[in-house]
T-cell receptor
Framework: TQLLEQSPQFLSIQEGENLTVYCNSS?????LQWYRQEPGEGPVLLVT?????EVKKLKRLTFQFGDARKDSSLHITAAQTGDTGLYLC???????????FGKGTTLSVSS | ETGVTQSPTHLIKTRGQQVTLRCSSQ?????VSWYQQALGQGPQFIFQ???????GRGNFPPRFSGLQFPNYSSELNVNALELDDSALYLC?????????????FGPGTRLLVL
């Protein structure tokens, strides 16, 4: 059983479209992180959210942590081809415990 | 650029062999974590080392072992390789211990076991 479920698994869109990817769990997390991983590279941290209901913006990316700290979403406005990659969410059940990763959402943005 | 490097980039081994993967952390980072990422999966935590001592371990058998050295380098050793060990192996360094802390990943070593 996957502790962190990400959806959709694959997403293929045109440049300029908006999209949202989700990270859901039945468990509470002390924090959630979002990473982007490109082929041949390791994951790169985009954001960490720690407070229930927290919303963080990073240029065209908006991250939200659910009120109950069981889920998170990543919204991309006006997607660009450079947004293509594997988006991973990862959570820590408690501070000081290992990060648990979801399987990721593979995003493909075409021009 | 994260400053975390790994070697080799690719490796092919046969079942039953042993392998050593290497990682060089960012300068000043005392903590290194190793992850296994199978195709189509997210990274799975193997273990973490802090100041040359193991500081937490995931659900991996004892044939997965590690070492951390004072010069910010570390190793992942896997004995008695199995076909299912084929994966991308990632190391990640962080300035502080604590398994949920912000980590900086290297590009990974892709291991293929035949």
């Amino acid at each position: 059983t996957q502790l962190l479920e990400q959806s959709p698994q694959f997403l293929s869109i045109q440049e300029g479209e908006n999209l949202t990817v989700y990270c859901n769990s039945s468990s509470v997390f002390s924090s959630l992180q979002w990473y982007r991983q490109e082929p041949g590279e390791g994951p790169v941290l985009l954001v960490t959210v720690v407070t229930g209901g927290e919303v963080k913006k990073l240029k065209r990316l908006t991250f939200q942590f659910g009120d109950a700290r069981k889920d998170s979403s990543l919204h991309i406005t006006a997607a660009q081809t450079g947004d293509t990659g594997l988006y991973l969410c990862a959570g820590a059940r408690q501070a000081g415990t290992a990060l648990i990763f979801g399987k990721g959402t593979t995003l493909s943005v075409s021009s | 650029e994260t400053g975390v490097t790994q070697s080799p980039t690719h490796l092919i081994k046969t079942r039953g062999q042993q392998v050593t993967l290497r990682c060089s952390s960012q300068s000043g980072h005392n903590t290194v974590s190793w992850y296994q990422q199978a195709l189509g999966q997210g990274p799975q935590f193997i273990f973490q080392y802090y100041r040359e001592e193991e500081n937490g371990r995931g659900n991996f058998p004892p044939r997965f072992s590690g070492l951390q050295f004072p010069n910010y380098s570390s190793e992942l050793n896997v004995n008695a390789l199995e076909l299912d060990d084929s994966a991308l192996y990632l190391c990640a360094s962080s300035p502080e211990p604590g398994l949920g802390e912000t980590q900086y990943f290297g590009p990974g070593t892709r291991l293929l076991v035949l």
